[in-house]
């Protein structure tokens, strides 16, 4: 999707499952359960969302997703669904590995860098080897270093070697990645968790990553269990959303199983609503659910 002078492509890397009484924290089952239906093992459907910005001159990569290195025990707990080779990630838009400049991640739980590297002959290497991969100073120093409640999120391999190649930028803060997309520092689901906000030609938008990972997460007090200061989502959720919607941004959801683009408004009761784009947007073969 043409957006100002930059052009905007979904890939979307898998399917996969999560508890869902952890993903809507104290909301209780008889409401998300309206919105996101539970399988028999408590389960909802999520996907994961790469957003690839081509600003003309420069191929951002937002989030490398699950990856591929799963166990089958594992894959078999997430229902692991992969949609991409992690060979040829990019291929549902014509692109190889290597046509990519810079990957952002928000954060480093194992559903956004478990695709940052990939295993070639027994050894790990990045996925996207000419890319710097951008990571928030204060989040990779959590995941090197992860306490009992935060550990379970972390892979150490889905990042160390990234330090170990010399491919990782680590920002300390806001940044303006490349002119017109800027990392910046939310908290809320880790204490460095960034959002990707980008403007060309007057229009902007915003990947919300996981303060605001699906459509059925826009009322700000619909945070995950899985959020380490969930008092901190609720508010930064509150002034994007307000700010997304009078200025008609293009808002973008990491883990939405629909089509995860589109525009929200704010009603005059305070209520915030998403009305998805047109799924001919996504100009993909990958399958969108509605
Ligand atoms: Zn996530």
Same mark, same amino acid.
């Given at each position: 999707?043409?957006?100002?002078?930059?052009?905007?492509?979904?890939?979307?890397?898998?399917?996969?499952?999560?508890?869902?009484?952890?993903?809507?924290?104290?909301?209780?089952?008889?409401?998300?359960?309206?919105?996101?239906?539970?399988?028999?093992?408590?389960?909802?459907?999520?996907?994961?969302?790469?957003?690839?910005?081509?600003?003309?001159?420069?191929?951002?990569?937002?989030?490398?997703?699950?990856?591929?290195?799963?166990?089958?025990?594992?894959?078999?707990?997430?229902?692991?669904?992969?949609?991409?080779?992690?060979?040829?990630?990019?291929?549902?838009?014509?692109?190889?590995?290597?046509?990519?400049?810079?990957?952002?991640?928000?954060?480093?739980?194992? &559903? +956004?860098?478990?695709? /940052?590297?990939?295993? %070639?002959?027994?050894?790990?290497?990045?996925?996207?080897? !000419?890319? *710097?991969?951008?990571?928030?100073?204060?989040?990779?120093?959590?995941?090197?270093?992860?306490?009992?409640?935060?550990?379970?999120?972390?892979?150490?391999?889905?990042?160390?070697?990234?330090?170990?190649?010399?491919?990782?930028?680590?920002?300390?803060?806001?940044?303006?990645?490349?002119?017109?997309?800027?990392?910046?520092?939310?908290?809320?689901?880790?204490?460095?968790?960034?959002?990707?906000?980008?403007?060309?030609?007057?229009?902007?938008?915003?990947?919300?990553?996981?303060?605001?990972?699906?459509?059925?997460?826009?009322?700000?007090?619909?945070?995950?269990?899985? &959020? +380490?200061?969930?008092? /901190?989502?609720?508010? %930064?959720?509150?002034?994007?959303?307000?700010?997304?919607? !009078?200025? *008609?941004?293009?808002?973008?959801?990491?883990?939405?199983?629909?089509?995860?683009?589109?525009?929200?408004?704010?009603?005059?009761?305070?209520?915030?609503?998403?009305?998805?784009?047109?799924?001919?947007?996504?100009?993909?073969?990958?399958?969108?659910?509605?």
């Amino acid at each position: 999707m043409q957006f100002g002078e930059f052009r905007l492509s979904v890939i979307r890397e898998c399917n996969f499952r999560l508890d869902g009484g952890a993903m809507f924290g104290v909301v209780p089952k008889t409401l998300w359960s309206q919105v996101s239906p539970a399988d028999e093992l408590n389960r909802i459907q999520l996907s994961c969302n790469l957003l690839l910005i081509d600003t003309g001159s420069k191929k951002v990569l937002v989030e490398t997703g699950m990856g591929s290195r799963w166990e089958k025990r594992e894959a078999e707990r997430y229902e692991v669904e992969m949609l991409v080779d992690d060979s040829n990630v990019l291929s549902s838009v014509g692109l190889s590995n290597d046509d990519v400049d810079a990957v952002i991640i928000s954060h480093l739980h194992f &559903d +956004h860098a478990g695709g /940052a590297c990939r295993m %070639v002959d027994g050894k790990l290497v990045p996925t996207f080897p !000419k890319a *710097k991969y951008y990571v928030q100073k204060g989040e990779l120093d959590l995941a090197r270093n992860p306490n009992a409640r935060a550990k379970g999120s972390y892979r150490q391999d889905d990042f160390m070697p990234l330090i170990e190649h010399g491919v990782i930028a680590v920002i300390d803060g806001d940044k303006e990645i490349v002119p017109g997309v800027f990392a910046k520092v939310t908290g809320g689901h880790t204490s460095h968790h960034q959002v990707i906000y980008f403007e060309s030609a007057g229009n902007k938008g915003v990947y919300f990553a996981d303060i605001i990972p699906t459509k059925s997460h826009l009322s700000p007090p619909w945070v995950m269990g899985y &959020d +380490h200061f969930p008092l /901190a989502s609720c508010d %930064v959720k509150s002034q994007w959303l307000t700010q997304a919607a !009078k200025e *008609k941004w293009l808002v973008v959801f990491d883990h939405e199983v629909g089509v995860p683009w589109g525009h929200v408004s704010l009603d005059e009761k305070g209520r915030f609503d998403f009305q998805a784009l047109p799924a001919e947007t996504l100009e993909s073969d990958a399958v969108f659910s509605s």
